[in-house]
C-alpha cells in the first residue's frame, strides 16, 4: 500500500514556476514508477509526466515537452515536477500516481494522491 500527498499548488501568473511535490509512504516506494496528471474543470483527468523507478527514464505529454521536469529522490520518498513557462491552460489539479509501470494511461497506476490546485492567471 502506498500513500501519496501532494503539495506546491498555488495561484501564479502566466510566465512563473511552481515547484510541485508528492511525498509517499511505504518502504518500496523506490520500485514504483510514478505519474503526474491533471484535471481540469470538466474535463478527463489527462497525463503530464511520469518517471520510471530506475534509470531514470522520463515521458512528457506534448503539451508540456520543454516545460515541466519529473524528478524524483528516492531517499526522500519524493517525486517533483518542476512545471516553468506557466500558461492559463496549466490550470488544473495536479494528481501524483504510483504505478508499477510508467505510462500516459491512468489503468496503469494503482494508488493517487488526493490533488493540489494549481491556477495560472493570464
Known amino acids: 500500500q502506498v500513500q501519496l500527498v501532494e503539495s506546491g499548488g498555488r495561484l501564479v501568473q502566466a510566465g512563473g514556476s511552481l515547484r510541485l511535490s508528492c511525498t509517499a509512504s511505504?518502504?518500496?516506494?523506490?520500485?514504483?514508477?510514478m505519474g503526474w496528471f491533471r484535471q481540469a474543470p470538466g474535463m478527463e483527468r489527462e497525463f503530464v509526466a511520469a518517471i520510471t523507478w530506475s534509470g531514470p527514464v522520463t515521458y512528457y505529454a506534448n503539451s508540456v515537452k520543454g516545460r515541466f521536469t519529473i524528478s524524483r529522490d528516492n531517499a526522500k520518498n519524493t517525486v517533483t515536477l518542476q512545471m516553468n513557462s506557466l500558461k492559463p491552460d496549466d490550470t488544473a489539479v495536479y494528481y501524483c500516481?504510483?504505478?508499477?509501470?510508467?505510462?500516459?494511461?491512468?489503468?496503469?497506476?494503482?494508488?493517487w494522491g488526493q490533488g493540489t490546485q494549481v491556477t495560472v492567471s493570464s
Open positions: 500516481a504510483a504505478g508499477w509501470t510508467a505510462g500516459d494511461s491512468r489503468s496503469q497506476y494503482d494508488y
Open positions: 511505504g518502504r518500496t516506494f523506490s520500485r514504483y514508477a
